[in-house]
Every structure is written in structure tokens, then in C-alpha cells.
């Protein structure tokens, strides 16, 4: 089983700001099969890269995927208002289909 | 527009079993490879199973193997996800989820297991 470590858990930022998450893993990822999620309270994730650095439909360019075989980041360039929330990444390269524990970004 | 709606869940007496299904529309159910994953209260995200588009391959997370069975209708385009032998760690909110990497996701229902 491939676990995923995530960093920081928690990420405290202003709007406007850059943030900068981490999602290691403790074997290499299979073909970069790497996906990123946001949610928020009361609500279902949502996709937002996949394949390590493709940015799913809808998503705003300010989100950015990178990294391969066992570290991977996501980058909010610009933090907007909606964007405080849990962060999880996901490894479905293969199974089981392990998510990371998530990062937290809150408005500091 | 794509729609999952999960149903089946409420409170459960240890050891017993419950059943999940989860109504899919707005895509072609039987072209896509589906997913359970839960996620237990004020917890994280835990993927709990996959079944492929054409119910041929299964897998599963170790914490439920051998007491979850994934299975799908594509005749009704359902999902279902039949859990025995429970325990409170089961706790959580059940989401029903398509494709791989997963793209969309229901509302998710509620699994409480307690005496």
C-alpha cells in the first residue's frame, strides 16, 4: 500500500497570498497517477488536478499541480476567499487508491 | 448533468449489515469504472472501494476486505456497496463516486454504527 504524507497540516495565509502544498509518497507513484481535491465543510470534494498537473474542467488557472514518482505540490498562486479549505491528495496508480491525511488552509 | 444519489444509510447495531446504493444519471454508467469512499466525522477522506466499468475488477481497502462487497446494475445504473459485519470505525459518511481519477461525486449518506 502506497501512503501518502501531506505537509503542512495546516496552512495559515491572508488572501492574495502564494500557498504551497506537499503530498509525499512512500513508494513511487504509478505513471504519475496523482490527483488533488478541495473541500470545504458540509460538502463533496472537488477535483482539481489530476495526472500530477492536469488541471481538471473548471478549474481556475491559479491552481497548479507538479511533482512526480514520490513528491508532488499544489500551488494556489493567488489564495481567493473561496479557496480556504482542506486540501487532499489522492494516489490511483494503484490499489488501494490511497488519499493523503489533507492539509487545512485557513485565512490567518 | 451528472448525478449520484446515495441512499441505504442510518443507525446499525454492531456485527449487522447494511446495504448502500447509489443512483447514477447524466453519464453512460456502463462506460466508467465506479468508487465508495467515506469519510468518518470531523476525519479525513478514506477510499474504500472501486469497482470497474464492467464489474470484472474489484478492489478494496484493507480495513473492509472480506466484509465489504462492491457490486453495480448496470440494467438500473446502481451502485451498491454491501457492508457486514460493522463496527463503530465504520462510522462515516459513504460517498458514491465515478471515474478514475474521481470527477464526480454524491452528496454522500450517513453510516452510524452504534448499540
Known amino acids: 500500500e502506497i501512503v501518502l504524507t501531506q505537509s503542512p497540516g495546516t496552512l495559515s495565509l491572508s488572501p492574495g497570498e502564494r500557498a504551497t502544498l506537499s503530498c509525499r509518497a512512500s513508494?513511487?507513484?504509478?505513471?504519475?497517477?496523482l490527483s488533488w481535491y478541495q473541500q470545504k465543510p458540509g460538502q463533496a470534494p472537488r477535483l482539481l488536478i489530476y495526472?500530477?498537473?492536469s488541471r481538471a474542467t473548471g478549474i481556475p488557472d491559479r491552481f497548479s499541480g507538479g511533482g512526480s514518482g514520490t513528491d508532488f505540490t499544489l500551488t494556489i498562486s493567488r489564495l481567493e476567499p473561496e479557496d480556504f479549505a482542506v486540501y487532499y491528495c489522492?494516489?490511483?496508480?494503484?490499489?488501494?487508491?490511497?488519499f493523503g491525511p489533507g492539509t487545512r488552509v485557513h485565512i490567518k | 448533468q451528472v448525478l449520484l444519489e446515495e441512499s441505504g444509510g442510518g443507525v446499525v447495531q454492531p456485527g449487522r449489515s447494511l446495504r448502500l446504493s447509489c443512483a447514477a444519471s447524466?453519464?453512460?454508467?456502463?462506460?466508467?469504472?465506479m468508487h465508495w469512499v467515506r469519510q468518518a466525522p470531523g476525519k479525513g477522506l478514506e477510499w474504500v472501494s472501486f469497482?470497474?466499468?464492467?464489474?470484472?475488477?474489484?478492489y478494496y481497502a484493507d480495513s473492509v476486505k472480506g466484509r465489504f462487497t462492491i457490486s453495480r446494475d448496470d440494467s438500473t445504473n446502481t451502485l451498491y456497496l454491501q457492508m457486514s459485519s460493522l463496527t463503530a470505525a465504520d462510522t462515516a459518511v459513504y460517498f458514491c463516486?465515478?471515474?478514475?481519477?474521481?470527477?464526480?461525486w454524491g452528496r454522500g449518506t450517513l453510516v452510524t454504527v452504534s448499540s
Open positions: 463516486a465515478s471515474r478514475t481519477p474521481i470527477d464526480y
Open positions: 495526472a500530477a498537473s
Open positions: 447524466g453519464f453512460t454508467f456502463t462506460d466508467h469504472g
Open positions: 513508494h513511487s507513484v504509478s505513471r504519475n497517477f
Open positions: 469497482i470497474s466499468y464492467d464489474g470484472n475488477t474489484k
Open positions: 489522492q494516489q490511483y496508480g494503484s490499489s488501494p487508491f490511497t
